[in-house]
């Protein structure tokens, strides 16, 4: 009766310190989940901002086009001439916070990484272009070819709309995948899904154009 017991006394206290280290783990998993998971959100809010205005820069250039009834022979103009007066600047904590949010998806780190690379490449092109409109307006001559400038501003306009191709895309899968409250859920559901061919941001994905 006496081993009965010390075995049952020792039982319990041996399941008592399993358990209690088991709760202990999962109370130590759950403070780091919570901490990335607020640290992922404070980042995503960081970040959408910028992709907003990066979006909207290009829809309004689009609408004042579409009010001037300016052919579209013209748009690549219209797209430097706007952007040399007002170019879009991403936030200097841009690259820091995009870095925490990678890991969250694979089409989203894509997507940030893209911008990433682009936008400062378009911001060259842009400051190049304000540099000849500003020669041009003190000596009334452009001071390359106008093959070379009419290329120039082609590749501002076609960067432009592929940054805010990404910026839209990527946008969308914060909200989603950091934002939403269900946000684990989308994660799965992103996870495990077949992206279709008429999704145009996976295609931009894969392919680098829609």
Partial sequence: MNDLVNFMDK??????????GVFALLVAMYVAWNAKNRDEIVSAMVIVPDLL?????RSRIAEIAASKRVPK?????????????????????????MSRILPVNISLATHLS???????????????????LNVLDSTD????????????????SNDMKLVSKHAFCANELIHKLILSKIAMWYR????????????????LVKTGRT
Avoid at 73 to 97: E, G, I, N
Avoid at 141 to 156: A, E, Q, W, Y
Wanted: aromatic residues 14%; positive net charge.
């Fill in 11 to 20: 039982w319990q206290t041996l399941a008592g310190s399993f358990l209690g």
């Fill in 53 to 57: 205005h990066i979006f909207a820069a």
């Fill in 73 to 97: 022979a013209k748009w690549d103009l219209l797209y430097a001439t706007l952007l040399v007066k007002q170019k879009p600047k991403l936030s200097p904590m841009y690259t820091m916070s």
């Fill in 114 to 132: 893209m911008i990433d690379k682009i936008y400062p490449i378009l911001c060259e092109r842009i400051d190049e272009i304000k540099e000849y």
């Fill in 141 to 156: 001559k452009l001071p390359v070819s106008i093959d070379v400038f009419n290329g120039k501003i082609r590749n501002i």
């Fill in 188 to 203: 799965f559901v992103y996870l495990v899904r077949v992206p279709s061919a008429k999704d145009k941001c996976y295609t």
